[in-house]
């Protein structure tokens, strides 16, 4: 070979080289100067949760910069959107030494594992941003219907009020029926919205607050009762089991050994009543105090004034005494007696039958002679003239 022809091949070389070194640096000069931005590259979120990034194009370079933006490395089953000036967009030119806009709206799935997910951000030739998203538990794709408070206690004649939350966390729009299986004569009722309802819609991915009443029956025995409740489609469904530990009924009836309500007094005396105060309930009744309400004057005492306990089925005997005011006129009157603990309580409504003392009458008759005799008195005097 030629003198000529190597040096003919080392300047092509030369000429080759040159051009590949200068086109590397110019790309990488390019690269250098458009920056993506977000302060939130990392972050948790639960299945089903919408992500919406603000993320800037930075230009530094002093030039015209088109940045063609995309979206790789996301996981099967995520989606996104990429906006700016209420735009869907595809890229975003950038004046010298400026910077752009532009949201991603990233759309995690309901049916996703729980993990680490890394994606790209990227505009193309120029800049990469590398996300991370943390889905913080197990996605499923199905209905959820829970409460905080599963269990409640209390007396048979109680209403228990559950708060509970249906949540649709599948991708449809969902009305749910609601059902229980409640023991026969048990009265539940759902309400949502502060509304009795018998069927809810419950969008995407979202949750409707739902309160559960459940009514047992008075006479319940005491003991733990499960109440199951549903949410159903067609499609989908979810159960919750509650439970009531009834303690027992409260019932208390206050009357007579015969059943006699009515009595008779004199003016200014007193009658002594046998009462019977009875437990009729499943709870035991304690302090159960003695009270009363009487016309003006009157008084009501009892013996005794307190009844400590008394279990269901069990009766007491209790004497109250009435005394009617002195001066109390012929005539009925109403005195009100009542057994009454915190939970419970009855009244008994006595008739009372007041009749004037045998002195009382003999001294109004002495009265209304004497008032005739001063009369005849007068006519015989003065009659005449």
């Given at each position: 070979?030629?003198?000529?022809?190597?040096?003919?091949?080392?300047?092509?070389?030369?000429?080759?080289f040159?051009?590949?070194?200068?086109?590397?640096?110019?790309?990488?000069?390019?690269?250098?100067?458009?920056?993506?931005?977000?302060?939130?590259?990392?972050?948790?979120?639960?299945?089903?949760?919408?992500?919406?990034?603000?993320?800037?194009?930075?230009?530094?370079?002093?030039?015209?910069?088109?940045?063609?933006?995309?979206?790789?490395?996301l996981?099967?089953?995520?989606?996104?959107?990429?906006?700016?000036?209420?735009?869907?967009?595809?890229?975003?030119?950038?004046?010298?030494?400026?910077?752009?806009?532009?949201?991603?709206?990233?759309?995690?799935?309901?049916?996703?594992?729980?993990?680490?997910?890394?994606?790209?951000?990227?505009?193309?030739?120029?800049?990469?941003?590398?996300?991370?998203?943390?889905?913080?538990?197990?996605g499923?794709?199905?209905?959820?219907?829970?409460?905080?408070?599963?269990?409640?206690?209390?007396?048979?004649?109680?209403?228990?009020?559950?708060?509970a939350?249906?949540?649709?966390?599948?991708?449809?729009?969902?009305?749910?029926?609601?059902?229980?299986?409640?023991?026969?004569?048990?009265?539940?009722?759902?309400?949502?919205?502060?509304?009795?309802?018998?069927?809810?819609?419950?969008?995407?991915?979202?949750?409707?607050?739902?309160?559960?009443?459940?009514?047992?029956?008075?006479?319940?025995?005491?003991?733990?009762?499960?109440?199951?409740?549903?949410?159903?489609?067609?499609?989908?469904?979810?159960?919750?089991?509650?439970?009531?530990?009834?303690?027992?009924?409260?019932?208390?009836?206050?009357?007579?050994?015969?059943?006699?309500?009515?009595?008779?007094?004199t003016?200014?005396?007193?009658?002594?009543?046998?009462?019977?105060?009875?437990?009729?309930?499943?709870?035991?009744?304690?302090?159960?105090?003695?009270?009363?309400?009487?016309?003006?004057?009157?008084?009501?005492?009892?013996?005794?004034?307190?009844?400590?306990?008394?279990?269901?089925?069990?009766?007491?005997?209790?004497?109250?005494?009435?005394?009617?005011?002195?001066?109390?006129?012929a005539g009925?009157?109403?005195?009100?007696?009542?057994?009454?603990?915190?939970?419970?309580?009855s009244?008994?409504?006595?008739?009372?039958?007041?009749?004037?003392?045998?002195?009382?009458?003999?001294?109004?008759?002495?009265?209304?002679?004497?008032?005739?005799?001063?009369?005849?008195?007068?006519?015989?005097?003065?009659?005449?003239?």
């Amino acid at each position: 070979m030629s003198v000529r022809v190597k040096r003919l091949i080392k300047f092509l070389s030369f000429l080759f080289f040159t051009g590949l070194i200068s086109g590397g640096f110019h790309v990488s000069c390019a690269a250098q100067s458009v920056t993506l931005y977000t302060p939130y590259t990392k972050i948790s979120v639960p299945p089903g949760e919408s992500i919406n990034y603000s993320i800037d194009v930075i230009n530094k370079s002093g030039g015209l910069r088109t940045a063609d933006i995309a979206v790789t490395g996301l996981p099967k089953g995520w989606s996104y959107e990429l906006k700016s000036g209420g735009w869907k967009i595809d890229a975003l030119s950038v004046l010298p030494g400026e910077k752009k806009n532009f949201s991603l709206d990233v759309q995690v799935p309901l049916k996703v594992n729980k993990g680490s997910y890394r994606f790209l951000v990227q505009a193309k030739g120029l800049s990469r941003l590398p996300l991370t998203v943390e889905v913080s538990e197990q996605g499923t794709f199905k209905t959820e219907f829970s409460t905080d408070q599963a269990n409640m206690e209390g007396a048979a004649n109680s209403t228990f009020t559950f708060n509970a939350r249906l949540r649709n966390r599948t991708a449809d729009n969902q009305v749910y029926a609601l059902n229980t299986y409640a023991p026969p004569g048990w009265n539940v009722t759902f309400k949502a919205n502060y509304k009795q309802v018998s069927s809810v819609n419950v969008e995407a991915n979202h949750t409707q607050d739902i309160t559960i009443e459940v009514d047992p029956p008075d006479e319940l025995k005491a003991g733990k009762y499960k109440v199951p409740v549903m949410a159903a489609t067609s499609s989908t469904s979810a159960k919750m089991e509650l439970e009531v530990a009834i303690t027992g009924s409260y019932a208390l009836e206050l009357t007579t050994p015969q059943g006699l309500l009515s009595t008779d007094i004199t003016a200014g005396d007193d009658k002594r009543i046998a009462l019977v105060v009875k437990n009729k309930g499943s709870a035991p009744l304690r302090n159960i105090n003695m009270q009363f309400a009487a016309p003006v004057n009157w008084d009501v005492s009892f013996e005794p004034k307190k009844v400590a306990q008394l279990e269901p089925g069990q009766t007491a005997e209790v004497f109250a005494t009435i005394k009617a005011a002195d001066k109390a006129i012929a005539g009925d009157y109403v005195t009100s007696l009542e057994a009454k603990t915190p939970e419970v309580s009855s009244k008994a409504a006595f008739r009372v039958s007041v009749k004037t003392s045998f002195w009382s009458g003999w001294a109004g008759i002495l009265i209304i002679l004497a008032a005739l005799g001063s009369v005849s008195y007068l006519f015989k005097k003065y009659g005449r003239r």
